[in-house]
């Protein structure tokens, strides 16, 4: 059946809109958006790490430190955490049979808070890092600067709360009553995991934050050193959310590489109950190991032993996932269409990332590899790695459901082979960058130093590719979502079989019925 496409409504009404499949598109499109800008800050931090001594694009080390901050925040705030809600608006309703999320008006207040928390990080450029460590967010840092963050910081954690609360009802009290629980699919069991850990996790960095803000208003000393405060405290508030978090960013992308690979591989998933249970353990591990990331803080052995512990605990939990993909791609009449070629990359740099991960929470190897690049490569590989190859899979995979064509192919293989060829050259060498001693969040770097000089720049070409995949990523979403052939609806991708179905038409609004 090849769709007869839709007049397209004005703009207004879908910004306006508290539709599941709208408030899905606001927060994707913002996501992706938010994607772009931050990636551009990236890449003018990697240019100006290409020689030493410059200042082309960054003059100096507090401009340098403000495109860092608002760069970390941008993609861990503005992009991951949106485009998972995003996707899960889009198909969490459909996925457990209902009409709608729960609370719909709840749901865009949710989104819009989204620009307003973004504005405010951007117009304030911070320059106290992603981390905002104290006491130098307390005492040093400019004050409308940083107290823009962390107003911009509350909302969006704010946002999260509404979002999960509503993911969580949606999920448990909405669903087809002839749905059990064990069998609502992978991805919606991610969207429920990331927000009961949201739930548990965001208050404890909320609080941190009005103890930081009401420590640089002089009414409190819970963090600065000359008042009796102790800004060790900070750091035990901040992973205790931050640990965790980086799970909530990067479960919802595993939970859509369990959407890509059973239809790409027309085959059934190999095991449901182990992706279920993997989800949940890794749910629980995320709030057993955040001491990890504060081993040279003077903790004591016993309690690093314990962290430690915690953190390798997430290794056979991750490897349940990967066994399930490969299991399930086993035998399988795979097609190598774009969604899936992103799943699978997705894969392998996931467990690369992981063997990284394991190294950290060794305490004697950590002590070297600590403060140093190879946390930055560690880092990215698992943001842009595995976070952002299940995001941008999806987003083809949904490419027309949403707009009723098809992307180029083509394109999208080029678009493939750049991301993941600068990914590895970038974040790999950054590893290397560690051990080599050159610490994270450096401004300039001696040109002695000529192991430095060649890594730096390998990895900025390698940023430079990865910038051009994203590019033509944009070219292929704007182009042909309005230029691309028209999509077959009962099955764009040529999947068939019975393991393929598409997704019920919930909106009939869009070109697709979505």
Not at 56 to 66: E, G, P, Q
Not at 351 to 379: C, E, K, Q, R
Not at 441 to 447: A, L, Q
Request: aromatic letters at 16%.
């Amino acid at each position: 059946m090849v769709l007869e496409l839709k007049k397209a409504r004005p703009v207004w009404q879908i910004m306006f809109s508290t539709h599941h499949t709208d408030v899905g598109l606001l927060y994707t499109v913002t996501g992706l958006a938010f994607l772009f800008m931050a990636g551009v800050l990236a890449l003018m931090i990697r240019t100006h790490l290409f020689f030493p001594g410059q200042n082309f694009l960054i003059s100096d080390s507090v401009t340098f430190n403000r495109i860092f901050t608002v760069h970390g925040l941008t993609m861990l705030f503005l992009f991951a955490l949106p485009v998972a809600n995003g996707i899960g608006n889009y198909l969490v309703p459909i996925m457990v049979r209902y009409k709608d999320m729960a609370y719909p008006k709840l749901n865009a207040v949710a989104f819009w808070m989204n620009p307003i928390g973004g504005a405010l990080l951007w117009l304030g450029f911070s320059d106290t890092s992603w981390v905002s460590y104290a006491p130098y967010s307390v005492i040093r840092a400019p004050g409308p600067a940083a107290d823009m963050m962390i107003f911009g910081l509350k909302i969006l954690g704010i946002s999260s709360i509404l979002s999960s609360i509503n993911f969580i009802v949606t999920i448990i009290k909405c669903k087809h009553p002839d749905l059990p629980l064990r069998r609502v699919p992978l991805f919606a069991w991610s969207m429920l995991t990331v927000s009961l850990m949201t739930i548990i996790a965001m208050p404890t960095y909320a609080a941190a934050l009005i103890m930081l803000l009401t420590d640089r208003l002089g009414v409190s000393g819970f963090f600065n050193p000359s008042l009796g405060g102790d800004p060790i405290a900070y750091l035990h508030l901040f992973w205790f959310t931050f640990h965790p978090e980086v799970y909530i960013f990067l479960l919802p992308a595993i939970g859509m590489m369990y959407e890509l690979i059973p239809r790409f591989s027309r085959k059934p998933l190999y095991s449901q109950g182990s992706g279920v249970f993997a989800f949940v353990m890794l749910g629980i591990i995320g709030f057993a190991s955040w001491g990890h990331h504060m081993y040279s803080t003077g903790m004591d052995f016993t309690t690093k032993v314990v962290f430690m512990i915690g953190t390798l605990a997430a290794v056979p939990a991750s490897g349940m996932h990967v066994f399930n993909f490969l299991a399930t791609m086993w035998g399988g009449r795979i097609r190598f269409a774009a969604p899936m070629k992103f799943a699978v990359g997705g894969i392998a740099l996931f467990f690369s990332a992981g063997a990284g991960g394991v190294l950290n929470s060794a305490m004697p190897l950590d002590f070297i590899s600590h403060g140093t690049y190879w946390v930055v490569g560690h880092m990215h590989l698992f943001l842009t790695g595995t976070i952002a190859f299940g995001f941008v899979g999806m987003v083809y995979y949904m490419f027309p459901f949403i707009t009723g064509r098809m992307y180029s192919e083509k394109l999208a293989n080029v678009h493939f082979i750049l991301m993941l060829w600068g990914t590895v050259q970038v974040f790999f060498t950054q590893h290397l960058l560690g051990l080599a001693g050159m610490a994270r969040r450096i401004y300039d770097y001696p040109p002695e130093y000529t192991s430095w000089v060649e890594l730096n720049q390998i990895a900025t070409v390698g940023a430079w590719i990865l910038g051009a995949g994203f590019v033509a990523f944009l070219a292929n979403l704007l182009y042909y979502s309005s230029k691309g052939k028209e999509a077959n609806m009962d099955d764009p991708f040529g999947l068939g079989g019975k393991y393929y179905y598409p997704y019920q038409a919930k909106n009939p609004h869009h070109a697709s019925g979505y």
